[in-house]
């Protein structure tokens, strides 16, 4: 792992840095919807709308970082967050409930090039060294657990406004991140396989490799934001726990998300990567349970633990399943079709949250994503079976 080049700790730092934003969004923009919305069910609109606006985003910046190259991508990205999170401090101190969200959509575009710092690492390192990669710059995620919440709280009484200061420090966050990301350099090409013929993306998306990358990556996805998008509303607003006690809730939750980043090398080299996503089912299933058992601060976190293991291991996952499906020739288009995939149907969940838990229950939220883990689960079934 520490062999790994400085592409990929680099990549490590900024993931840490962007991954913040989203953590942060997560925490705040519930809460200030709450107070700013004319309707309680479209308190989480702004969550919502970030997710969005990463599903329109992704195939936007993938194409310009296949004109422009990644770096350029990469540092323009700090620079626009930056001016997003302007209109965001302007949209609160104005009470305008849905420049704010629009604020929030627009930031979908920072989240969509953060995650292409996985694909980055991966062509960074060859191709045995790929789950190593990615685990690591994943782990930037657990810097960001801290940072994102902690930028919040500290920020959240600095000025008249609630959470202006908030904005502010988010703000930093970036200036620091462009900094580091001006020591990236684009990747050496490794010597592999390529097929110059040029296949259609239907030939892709019929691989069998393909379509379980992407099912499993999108079911991790779509419902850790479902239910993550759901907690601080269900938590803070209407069972009344603390706002510490819900910021701690989601620090452990991204912790969890990330921290086995540091052992997914591993797991992978022992039991592979069908049974490690088999195992984050089985997690997301634990968790789904306890959450149901009772609202107490002990079952929350306990599920959104249990939610973040699960979430890493679906996604890693299928994150290094998806290049056995493509070629290098092919890697944008197919990453293009993945990422949109995902993050448009992790939008769908994350628009749905806020309106499930206020118009039925937080126990409905639960029971909803039961169907889709067991079509996951049939399918990874079925893959390990033809893959013995």
């Known amino acids: 792992m520490f062999n790994l080049p400085k592409n990929v700790w680099i990549l490590t730092a900024c993931q840490s840095l962007f991954m913040s ?15 700013l919305s004319p309707v309680k069910s479209l308190s989480t609109l702004p969550v919502a709308t970030i997710v969005v606006g990463t599903a329109v985003s992704v195939i ?3 194409r310009l970082m296949s004109v422009f190259g990644r770096k350029k991508v990469f540092l323009s990205a700090c620079l626009y967050t930056i001016l997003l999170i302007s209109l965001c401090i302007f949209s609160i101190t104005k009470e305008m409930f849905f420049l704010f969200s629009f604020s929030s959509f627009c930031l979908g575009a920072s989240v969509a090039t953060m995650m292409q710092f996985r694909f980055a690492a991966i062509e960074s390192v060859e191709p045995e060294k790929r789950p190593s990669a ?16 902690e930028v919040a709280t500290l920020g959240k009484n600095y000025f008249e406004t609630d959470f202006v200061g908030s904005f502010v420090l988010l703000a930093f966050l970036f200036v620091i991140a462009f900094i580091l990301m001006t020591f990236f350099q684009p990747a050496v090409k490794f010597k592999e396989q390529v097929d110059e013929s040029k296949r259609s993306l239907v030939e892709i998306v019929k691989q069998g490799s393909f379509i379980v990358a992407v099912c499993a990556a999108t079911t991790g996805y779509v419902v850790m934001s479902f239910i993550m998008t759901a907690t601080p509303v269900s938590m803070h607003v ?3 726990h ?4 819900t910021k701690v809730v989601l620090q452990s939750h991204v912790i969890a998300m990330f921290l086995p980043s540091l052992f997914t090398a591993l797991i992978v080299r022992y039991i592979g990567l069908t049974r490690m996503m088999l195992l984050g089912i089985l997690l997301f299933f634990i968790s789904v349970i ?13 599920s959104l633990v249990l939610l973040g293991l699960g979430w890493n291991f679906l996604f890693i996952g299928g994150t290094n ?18 990422d949109f995939l995902i993050f448009g149907l992790q939008a769908l969940a994350a ?12 126990e409905v939220v639960l029971l909803s994503v039961i169907p889709l883990l067991l079509m996951q689960l049939v399918l990874l079934l079925w893959w390990l079976k033809k893959n013995g």
Do not use: C
């Open 134 to 149: 990615t685990a690591v710059v994943l782990l930037g995620g657990l810097i960001s657990a801290f940072l994102g919440t």
């Open 351 to 362: 628009l749905s949250a806020g309106w499930f838990v206020f118009n039925f229950s937080w």
């Open 21 to 35: 934003l989203s953590v942060f969004i997560v925490f705040v923009a519930g809460i200030i919807g709450s107070n």
């Open 238 to 240: 209407m069972d009344g």
């Open 242 to 245: 603390s706002l510490h006690h």
């Open 321 to 338: 399943l998806l290049p056995r499906s493509y070629n290098e020739n092919e890697k944008f288009k197919v990453q293009s079709i993945n």
């Open 290 to 302: 306890i959450a149901f058992m009772s609202h107490a601060l002990t079952n929350y976190w306990w």
């Open 60 to 62: 936007p910046v993938i």
